[in-house]
């Protein structure tokens, strides 16, 4: 009934769904070489032969290309990334799309970054490669498109049921504050009363901010260390070059934790529920104290996305 796509185009992750099909990739490409059968992992996306994307390009790209551009219509890497996600999960499909744009950033590219989406089929089919599989046409039609603020996918993920309707009524009166902590920005959007309150807003106070501690930490170590989009799998597993960094990483991000705490309390109001969200929400949730924290995963916002849609065109 609903063929829409859920997108959430972060500047560390691009994560989406369709139908139940998830796309999870780091938001990095790099140019193709060749490569090894064993080396070729199921997951592993190769854009008109010629860009590596995601975890491929991350692991064997010689030059990788990573934007931290804030607008997301002019990010060199965006139309690749883009076109994978979409070209992988509609194919040659008419979709819907909902996804989101941080809080500060909405209204100024709102515009560009719909016309961005909506004129991607104009620009022509093109190739994708998935794992070992043989290369696929594709040229999927996003036919229309709905964006909002980020941070609230996260909290229509925690109000709505599945069917796009409330589920959590009482939640729904109250007033929720949802933290939601990206790469580059984190995003601290009010709702009230079925409105995002005016106080809402994105900070350039994101997990890159700790990643920049962390580098210092561990060339203090280590005495080198790893580029910023190369640390993720580091601080995954807490190890790097055969030390344990667990402790440098939970102190990065506590001093990050306070960071935003500062900006919370700046705010001089109090909420009824803390939503924190967030691939990295988990390191910095027990260094928040505030009542009421509840911790969403990763997905949280792509599902939230999902669930606008389906209760804007239902």
């Not at 941070?151 to 504050?177: H, P, W």
């Not at 959007?189 to 990643?211: H, N, P, R, T």
């Not at 060339?219 to 344990?244: A, Q």
Request: net charge positive; charged share 25%; hydrophobic share 40%.
């Amino acid at each position: 009934m609903f063929n829409t796509v859920n997108l959430d185009l972060g500047f560390s992750w691009i994560k989406a769904e369709k139908g139940g099909v998830i796309y999870r990739q780091p938001s990095i490409i790099g140019e193709a070489k060749d490569m090894f059968d064993q080396n070729i992992e199921p997951n592993h996306f190769i854009y008109n032969e010629e860009m590596f994307v995601g975890d491929i390009a991350l692991q064997y790209s010689d030059i990788k290309y990573f934007s931290l551009n804030n607008n997301k219509a002019e990010a060199e890497t965006s139309d690749i990334l883009l076109k994978t996600v979409l070209g992988y999960l509609a194919r040659r499909e008419k979709v819907s799309l909902v996804t989101g744009l941080p809080i500060n950033f909405y209204f100024k590219q709102k515009e560009a970054f719909e016309e961005k989406l909506l004129g991607l089929a104009d620009e022509g089919e093109y190739s994708l490669r998935k794992g070992r599989g043989k290369s696929f046409l594709v040229q999927p039609v996003v036919e229309k498109c709905k964006l909002v603020p980020q941070g609230l996918g996260v909290t229509m993920d925690y109000l709505l049921g599945d069917n796009g309707k409330i589920v959590r009524l009482k939640a729904a009166k109250r007033r929720i504050l949802t933290v939601d902590l990206g790469f580059y920005t984190i995003n601290i959007l009010g709702f009230d009363d079925s409105k995002i309150m005016k106080e809402s807003k994105s900070l350039v106070l994101g997990v890159g901010k700790a990643y920049k501690l962390l580098q210092n930490y561990i060339h203090k170590l280590t005495g080198t260390s790893p580029e910023l989009y190369e640390l993720d799998p580091y601080v995954f597993s807490g190890r790097y070059n055969g030390y344990d960094i667990t402790n440098l990483i939970k102190k990065a991000f506590k001093s990050l934790a306070v960071q935003i705490k500062n900006e919370i309390e700046s705010l001089n109001m109090n909420f009824d529920i803390y939503l924190i969200a967030g691939g990295a929400a988990h390191l910095i949730f027990e260094y928040l104290d505030l009542p009421n924290k509840i911790l969403m995963d990763q997905l949280a916002q792509t599902r939230g996305y999902g669930k606008i849609g389906k209760k804007a065109w239902r």
